[in-house]
């Protein structure tokens, strides 16, 4: 299943480490090429035999050792890599890489690659709660970072609560559902809007949103990575699009309607994240409006309403949409899904730290059409944007 992939498995040092000894042999039993390093620490827990033995490559545990070819071993295993699992990650690695410190050869190689790399914690649940490094962990994963969750139970140190190392099991198919999304989406066309829109009271004022545009250019950016063809059609924002993707830029609702209703039926998968503006000045003055009396009344009619529209003709096409609420937000979101003719929608509470407009990191809800509700911890956009993409695989499956 893994034929062809390169998977660099970093090991510190906790008691976790002997079970990272059976993540390697389940990988390397579906054909990955493993490599592992290990930290100082983590030789103390496991022989480096152990894992030489099973991934039958050389196992790495000092930056200056001899080299076993004549090659940079930290930058040709971040260059060959697809993959990056630091499992168990301690409290010390994922304060190393948040803070930029490379002094060894796994935290080397992190700050030397661009492929994804997958943090999977496991300390003791007041190390892992300690405000210090739940902002290590939300800073990575800002950036992009993967985080698997710890599991909460029983500890080696005698207490119990959340800290503790997932299966092996569980770790490998988190793995592999990683590794699968490199091309799981070839052949298939998404068309994305993204951003706000702009309504022009005159030729200096206009009536808008905080949406950054960031979640929408994620979406697209991570359907690119996975192999589709792409459009994005986006409202002004301050980010440099996509590359690889078709981008048109629009300004007003009405602008996004059209260029979204002449384009969707050539698209397999409708994904609409922009911030829409509910309405739009009647009419629009052709000089700034100046200062007189004490109040401006603006007289406002509705603008089309994009995905409702997209809802009535979508046929076969799967169609998600976003719902930002501050109050009832499941209610809220259910509404729309069922109104809209949506195949799932996002539902995010906008109030929450760490969600909503102009941040790196979103809290979501997903919720299907069948009724069904998947719900994200913070992750960073990229990371949703990834999950979402599953989910709309599953949907079109069945």
């Given at each position: ?7 660099v ?9 002997y ?6 042999s389940?990988?390397?039993?579906l ?17 480096p ?15 200056f ?37 490379a ?5 080397t190689t ?16 007041k ?54 999304r490199?091309?799981?989406?070839e ?6 809007t993204?951003?706000?829109?702009r ?11 905080h949406?950054?545009g ?22 002004p924002?301050n ?68 995905a ?38 996002v ?5 929450l ?23 994200l911890?913070?992750m ?10 599953d ?8």
């Amino acid at each position: 299943m893994l034929k062809g992939k390169t998977v660099v498995v970093g090991v510190c040092g906790g008691i976790a480490a002997y079970k990272s000894v059976e993540i390697v042999s389940r990988l390397n039993k579906l054909g990955a090429d493993v490599h592992v390093i290990m930290t100082a620490n983590a030789v103390k827990f496991v022989a480096p035999l152990t894992f030489r033995s099973i991934c039958h490559n050389p196992v790495i545990t000092d930056m200056f050792e001899e080299p076993k070819v004549w090659d940079i071993q930290h930058i040709s295993l971040a260059q060959k890599a697809d993959l990056i699992v630091v499992a168990p990650a301690t409290a010390n690695i994922i304060g190393k890489v948040a803070g930029g410190i490379a002094d060894d050869m796994l935290s080397t190689t992190i700050m030397a690659a661009d492929c994804p790399v997958l943090f999977v914690p496991a300390m003791n649940n007041k190390m892992y709660e300690n405000p210090i490094v739940q902002g290590n962990i939300n800073k990575l994963a800002s950036l992009g970072y993967l985080f698997m969750e710890p599991e909460t139970g029983l500890m080696a140190c005698g207490t119990s609560g959340k800290g503790r190392f997932p299966s092996p099991e569980t770790i490998v198919d988190y793995v592999k559902g990683i590794l699968k999304r490199s091309s799981d989406y070839e052949g298939l066309k998404i068309l994305v809007t993204a951003g706000p829109t702009r309504e022009p009271i005159d030729p200096v004022r206009y009536i808008s949103n905080h949406s950054s545009g960031k979640m929408g250019y994620a979406v697209a950016k991570a359907a690119l990575d996975r192999g589709a063809a792409v459009k994005l059609v986006t409202g002004p924002v301050n980010i440099t699009p996509p590359t690889g993707a078709e981008t048109i830029c629009v300004t007003s609702a009405v602008d996004m309607y059209n260029e979204v209703m002449k384009s969707y039926e050539s698209f397999d998968i409708l994904v609409m994240v922009a911030a829409v503006a509910d309405y739009r000045c009647v009419t629009v003055s052709e000089k700034k409006i100046k200062k007189s009396g004490e109040n401006l009344t603006l007289e406002l009619v509705k603008n089309p309403d994009i995905a409702a529209e997209l809802g009535k003709v979508k046929g076969h096409r799967i169609m998600i949409g976003f719902s930002a609420e501050t109050d009832n937000l499941l209610d809220n979101a259910a509404s729309k899904l069922a109104s809209k003719n949506m195949d799932m929608v996002v539902a995010n509470d906008v109030t929450l730290e760490g969600a909503g407009f102009g941040v790196d990191t979103n809290i979501v809800k997903l919720i299907k059409r069948d009724g069904s509700r998947i719900d994200l911890p913070v992750m960073s956009k990229e990371d949703v944007a990834h999950r979402i993409l599953d989910e709309v695989l599953s949907i079109r499956n069945g």
